[in-house]
C-alpha cells in the first residue's frame, strides 16, 4: 500500500451514515471502516483491505467502490 486518500475514506464513511453532511443528518454510531491494510503495508490479490461496518445495504456498491479508489498500491515502498 503506497498511499491512502484519508479524504475519500472520510466521505465513504459519511456517506454509510458515520458522518453529517449537515448539521440536521444523523450519525450512525454502528457504521464505519476498520483499516486492515494501512500505508507501508504488504498486500496480495485478495488480501482485505477494510473491513465495512454497515446498516444500509443499499449503499455498499458505491462505498466500496470509493474505498478501492482511496488506495494506491504499487510495488515500491512508500517514502519514508
Same mark, same amino acid.
Given at each position: 500500500?503506497?498511499? !491512502?486518500?484519508? +479524504? $475519500?475514506?472520510?466521505?465513504? /464513511?459519511? /456517506?454509510?451514515?458515520?458522518?453529517?453532511?449537515?448539521?440536521?443528518?444523523? !450519525?450512525? @454510531?454502528?457504521?464505519?471502516?476498520?483499516? +486492515? $491494510?494501512? =500505508?507501508? /503495508?504488504? =498486500?496480495?490479490?485478495?488480501? @482485505?483491505? =477494510? !473491513?465495512?461496518?454497515?446498516?444500509?445495504?443499499?449503499?455498499?456498491?458505491?462505498?466500496?467502490?470509493?474505498?478501492?479508489? $482511496?488506495?494506491?498500491?504499487?510495488? $515500491?515502498? @512508500?517514502?519514508?
Amino acid at each position: 500500500v503506497t498511499g !491512502i486518500d484519508s +479524504e $475519500a475514506i472520510g466521505l465513504a /464513511a459519511m /456517506a454509510l451514515g458515520a458522518g453529517r453532511e449537515k448539521t440536521s443528518d444523523v !450519525i450512525d @454510531p454502528a457504521v464505519g471502516f476498520v483499516l +486492515e $491494510a494501512k =500505508v507501508g /503495508a504488504v =498486500v496480495k490479490v485478495g488480501d @482485505p483491505l =477494510v !473491513i465495512a461496518h454497515v446498516n444500509d445495504e443499499g449503499r455498499l456498491d458505491e462505498v466500496t467502490a470509493r474505498v478501492r479508489a $482511496a488506495y494506491r498500491i504499487g510495488s $515500491a515502498a @512508500p517514502p519514508a
